[in-house]
């Protein structure tokens, strides 16, 4: 079992900036695949940021020069640094993990963390 918890979220003004972080613990691995996705009221979750086990990233087009996601591996934390914030980042912003690369892409990974609130306001 792996256990994940989200932190950094918060309510800020049009351009201010948020540092996400995501701590695993319980059978963490360094070979695992993270992602980060949001959930707006009444809009699917989507994902905003991946990264794979060899550290490669990938980001939504809407949220890229702005979102940067990162890994400490050595203390098993994810964070996503997102500057130039906008009212449309408003979500609720939940941090995933699994060891399939894919299953993050694809949005099914076995992992998930309770979430934490960003609001944007104009």
């Not at 800020?12 to 695992?32: E, I, K, P």
């Not at 990162?70 to 609720?92: G, H, R, V």
């Amino acid at each position: 079992q792996v256990q994940l918890a989200e932190s950094g979220g918060g309510s800020v003004r049009s351009g201010g900036s948020l540092r996400l972080s995501c701590a695993a613990s319980g059978d963490t691995w360094t070979q695992s695949c993270w992602g980060w996705f949001r959930q707006a009221p009444g809009k699917q979750r989507e994902g905003v940021a991946t990264i794979d086990s060899d550290g490669t990233t990938t980001y939504r087009d809407s949220v890229k020069g702005r979102f940067t996601l990162s890994k400490d591996n050595a203390k098993n934390i994810l964070y996503l640094q997102m500057n130039s914030l906008k009212p449309e980042d408003t979500a609720m912003y939940y941090c995933a993990a699994d060891l399939s690369y894919w299953r993050v892409v694809a949005g099914t990974p076995d992992y998930w963390g309770q979430g934490t609130q960003v609001t944007v306001s104009s």
